[in-house]
């Protein structure tokens, strides 16, 4: 059974800073992609950052680019989204999201087969 298990998210001041982990587990594909969305009250979730396990090739949301940075560990069973200089509208809650079988990173969301429970992060100004 394929678990994501977010955690790090929490309240934090305008251009602070912010480390989220998902822990994935039961993972037996060869090549899929993982990463993060948001979704903010009454807005859509959005692709945040994800990476593709097949080349490390990586996407960031124009509105995050030169802040966040996503990685992962040697076994790849960790994923990080390091968010730095953050901004009151990255208050959301984010969610870590796995899909199958992909070589090439997609931010459409009902592509992803596998979801965290979300981790709250607000950023106050």
């Known amino acids: 059974e394929v678990q994501l298990v977010e955690s790090g998210g929490g309240l934090v001041q305008a251009g602070g800073s912010l480390r989220l982990s998902c822990a994935a587990s039961?993972?037996?594909?060869?090549?899929?992609?993982i990463g993060w969305f948001r979704q903010a009250p009454g807005k859509e979730r959005e692709g945040v950052s994800l990476?593709?396990?097949?080349?490390?090739?990586?996407y960031y949301a124009d509105s995050v680019k030169g802040r966040f940075t996503i990685s992962s560990t040697n076994a790849k069973n960790t994923v990080y989204l390091q968010m730095n200089s953050l901004k009151p509208e990255d208050t959301a809650v984010y969610y870590c999201?796995?899909?199958?079988?992909?070589?090439?990173?997609?931010?459409?969301?009902?592509?992803?087969?596998?979801w965290g429970q979300g981790t709250q992060v607000t950023v106050s100004s």
């Open positions: 990476i593709a396990s097949s080349d490390g090739s990586t």
């Open positions: 999201a796995a899909s199958y079988y992909r070589v090439v990173v997609t931010t459409a969301s009902w592509e992803y087969e596998f």
């Open positions: 039961g993972f037996t594909f060869d090549d899929y992609v």
